[in-house]
T-cell receptor
Framework: EPEVTQTPSHQVTQMGQEVILRCVPI?????FYWYRQILGQKVEFLVS????????KSEIFDDQFSVERPDGSNFTLKIRSTKLEDSAMYFC?????????????FGPGTRLLVL | SQQGEEDPQALSIQEGENATMNCSYK?????LQWYRQNSGRGLVHLIL?????REKHSGRLRVTLDTSKKSSSLLITASRAADTASYFC????????????FGQGTELSVKP
């Protein structure tokens, strides 16, 4: 069964460093998302991406964050200058079609720890 | 908005018992979905119920949706120790490929 994959599974970085989290969505999916989950808290929406542009972003997704789909298969989340509070599990998700009858499939997540 | 709030926050039961988790939300929705998360792991989709549906079954799972009360419940029958996980409801407000809004989750512990 097709699945969303994410790399790396774990990332440790120093505050102020740039990190790039990578995702490979399911191949025939058209909508892509990043969510994050701070330890012990609920999953929060960061950004959605469709037709090579951001379709919606949350307040969390400030100028330090960016997304890209560089080659038609990968979908990346970049954090330019990490802060301690960016420590969280980051999930990528993809959706085949809109209409509300299909589900978003989530990847296994990247656990980011900012020291 | 505080969309998708589950209760109870934690539930501990014995193997073989049924587990019921509830979710409430505040806005109009297109659909509501339930996900499962094992400790520190990814989100596994369990079931999707559309706003025009009232009940749905999948194996040992039964989901109900009451749009008049803006609430949903997830029932796991004949629970097993392997069902131990956190369960989240998530709502989709629109049908344009929009974001899911998650609740805080219910932590289910099934004791053998």
């Amino acid at each position: 069964e097709p699945e969303v994959t994410q790399t790396p599974s774990h990332q440790v970085t120093q505050m102020g460093q740039e990190v790039i989290l990578r995702c490979v969505p399911i191949s025939n999916h058209l909508y892509f998302y990043w969510y994050r989950q701070i330890l012990g808290q609920k999953v929060e929406f960061l950004v959605s991406f469709y037709n090579n542009e951001i379709s919606e972003k949350s307040e969390i997704f400030d100028d330090q964050f960016s997304v890209e789909r560089p080659d038609g298969s990968n979908f990346t989340l970049k954090i330019r200058s990490t802060k301690l509070e960016d420590s969280a599990m980051y999930f990528c998700a993809s959706l085949r079609a809109s209409g509300g009858q299909e589900t978003q499939y989530f990847g296994p997540g990247t656990r980011l720890l900012v020291l | 908005s505080q969309q998708g709030e589950e209760d109870p926050q934690a539930l501990s039961i014995q193997e073989g018992e049924n587990a019921t988790m509830n979710c409430s939300y505040k806005t109009s929705i297109n659909n509501l979905q339930w996900y499962r998360q094992n400790s520190g792991r990814g989100l596994v989709h369990l079931i999707l119920i559309r706003s025009n549906e009232r009940e749905k079954h999948s194996g040992r799972l039964r989901v109900t949706l009451d749009t008049s009360k803006k609430s949903s419940s997830l029932l796991i029958t004949a629970s097993r120790a392997a069902d131990t996980a956190s369960y989240f409801c998530a709502t989709l407000e629109d049908n344009q490929g929009g974001k899911l809004i998650f609740g805080q989750g219910t932590e289910l512990s099934v004791k053998p």
